[in-house]
C-alpha cells in the first residue's frame, strides 16, 4: 500500500512596509512571533522576550536544549536509504524503496565500523551483496551526500526478525556510531529520526505507550515496544531515541486503518540487534534457523510442552518427542519462567540463530531431564514486502496458544 501525501505550502509572507531596513525587518518577525506564540509584550523581568542578549537565558529555549543537544548529537549517525526494487508489475521499471539505518556501537564487535543497522524489510527482496545507495547526514537536512553501500545481511520480517545490516563501500564515511539502551519504561520521552515519504532526517517525539507488545502472527516484530511517535513510510530501519541519545529500539511498523499515522507504531527492542550482531559474528549472516516442532504452553503444567513433531525435521533427528517438557536451552532455564516469558525466550533464541547451528536442549521426559542437539534447519523465505512500508496485521482476538517454529 502506498500512501500519497497530501502537501501543502505554507509561506509566511512579510509585508513589504514592515521590511523596509534589516532592524525593522527583524523587530517585525519578532512581534509577529510572539503572537503566533501566543506570548504578549509585556512580560515579566523572568520572562523576557528572547533578544540578541537575552535569548540563551530565555526558559523555553532553555527546557528545550537538553532535548536540541540530543538531536544534533545523534543526527549525524542516522542514514537515508535508497534501494533499486522490483516493481510489483513485471513489465514496469524498477520502483525506489525508502528506509532509514543507524550505525550502532554494538556492531564494532565486528570489526567494521561501517556496518549500518536498519530493518529486514527495507532489503530482503534484494540478494546479499546488492548495491543500495547511502545519504549521510551533512548539516542540512535537505542535503545528504549520497555515497554507495551494499547489502550484508537479513532476517525474515515475517517471522518476527525484521532486523538487517548493510555497509558502506567507503569505509573512511563511518561515523559515530549510537549507544544502545535496553530498559525503557510506560510514559518515558522517545524521539525518532527518519525519512518519512523521503523528508530526510525529520525528527518526531512521543512516549513509550507500552512494552513488550507480542503477537505470534505473520510481519510482527516479537516483543515490539509500542508508542505514539509519528512514523510513515521511509521511517523504517530508523532510530528510536531515549532523551540520553541512546537507541532503544529500531522503528518497524505502524498500526493503522487508514494507511497513515494514527498514533501507534512499533519499534524492535534494542537488545535484538545485539543479538543480530552475534548470529552475524558467528555465522556471516542473519537467516531464520527452525526446529520444525510446535511448542505451546500447558494450561495444566504451565510449561512449554512439545506437541507436533514434523517428520524429518531437526527435532524428530536429535529425538525429541511430543509431549517433552523444555527446561532449559543452551544454558537458559526456561522452565522456571512464566508460559510468556518462557515462550517469547525459546522464540527469541532459535530466530537468533543460523540454519546448520546446534542447540542444546533440556526437557523433561518420564519424570527424567534429557539433553538434546537440535542442528537447525533453514526456515521458509520470506513472502515479498514493500521495502518502505510493513503494515501490521489484524490481531486474532483469541490469540495464539502455540507457535511453530
Known amino acids: 500500500m502506498k500512501v500519497l501525501p497530501l502537501i501543502l505550502a505554507l509561506t509566511f509572507v512579510v509585508p513589504a512596509a514592515a521590511a523596509s531596513s534589516d532592524s525593522d525587518f527583524a523587530t517585525s518577525l519578532g512581534s509577529i512571533g510572539d503572537a503566533l506564540l501566543g506570548r504578549t509584550k509585556v512580560l515579566s523581568d523572568k520572562y523576557r522576550l528572547m533578544t540578541q542578549e537575552s535569548g ?29 526494487v522490483p516493481n510489483e508489475d513485471g513489465d514496469k521499471k524498477p520502483g525506489k524503496g525508502l528506509c532509514t539505518g543507524f550505525f ?10 561501517s556496518i549500518i543497522a536498519t530493518n529486514s524489510h527495507c532489503v530482503e527482496e534484494l540478494p546479499v551483496g546488492a548495491e543500495i545507495q547511502v545519504g549521510l547526514y551533512t548539516g542540512n537536512d535537505n542535503r545528504p551526500k549520497m555515497t554507495k553501500g551494499r547489502v550484508l545481511a537479513y ?7 525484521d532486523i538487517a545490516f548493510v555497509e558502506l ?13 535496553s530498559k525503557l519504561d510506560r510514559g518515558e520521552t ?4 527518519g525519512n518519512p515519504l523521503g523528508m530526510t532526517f525529520s525528527v518526531s517525539k512521543g512516549i513509550i505507550s507500552a512494552i513488550g507488545r507480542d503477537r505470534l502472527s505473520s510481519q510482527f516484530v516479537l516483543d515490539a515496544n509500542q508508542s505514539d511517535v509519528a512514523v510513515n513510510p521511509g521511517n523504517s530501519g530508523g532510530p528510536l531515541f531515549n532523551m540520553w541519545g541512546s537507541v532503544v529500539g ?17 519499534s524492535v527492542p534494542a537488545a535484538y540487534i545485539t543479538l543480530a550482531m552475534k548470529q552475524y559474528k558467528r555465522t556471516g549472516d542473519l537467516k531464520l534457523g527452525a526446529m520444525q516442532v510446535e511448542v505451546s504452553a500447558s494450561t495444566q503444567t504451565l510449561k512449554l ?3 507436533k513433531v514434523v517428520a524429518g525435521g531437526p527435532a524428530e533427528a536429535a529425538k525429541m518427542q511430543a509431549g517433552d517438557q523444555l527446561l532449559a536451552m543452551d544454558g537458559i532455564v526456561i522452565g ?8 517469547k525466550a525459546f522464540l527469541v533464541h532459535v530466530k537468533y540463530h543460523s540454519p546448520g547451528e546446534t542447540i542444546k536442549v533440556t526437557v523433561k521426559r518420564g519424570g527424567a531431564d534429557v539433553v538434546l542437539s537440535v542442528t537447525l534447519a533453514e526456515a521458509k523465505p520470506p513472502e515479498p514486502s514493500r521495502p518502505e512500508w510493513a503494515p501490521i496485521p489484524k490481531k486474532d482476538k483469541s490469540g495464539p496458544t502455540s507457535y511453530s517454529l
Open 155 to 161: 532476517g525474515n520480517s515475517d517471522a518476527a526478525k
Open 305 to 307: 510442552t512439545v506437541g
Open 190 to 193: 522517545v524521539v525518532a529520526i
Open 250 to 266: 529500531i522503528n518497524s511498523m505502524i498500526a493503522s486503518q487508514s494507511g497513515g499515522f494514527e498514533g501507534i507504531s512499533m
Open 56 to 84: 540563551p537565558n530565555d526558559p523555553i529555549l532553555l527546557a528545550q536544549k537538553p532535548l536540541l543537544d540530543m538531536i544534533r548529537k545523534v543526527e549525524p549517525s542516522v542514514v537515508f536509504l535508497v534501494m533499486t
Open 169 to 181: 563501500l567507503d569505509a573512511s564515511l563511518n561515523r559515530r556510531p549510537l549507544p544502545l539502551w
Open 336 to 343: 522456571a519462567m512464566e508460559p510468556e516469558e518462557a515462550m
Open 104 to 113: 550502532a556501537d554494538a556492531l564494532k564487535e565486528l570489526g567494521r565500523p
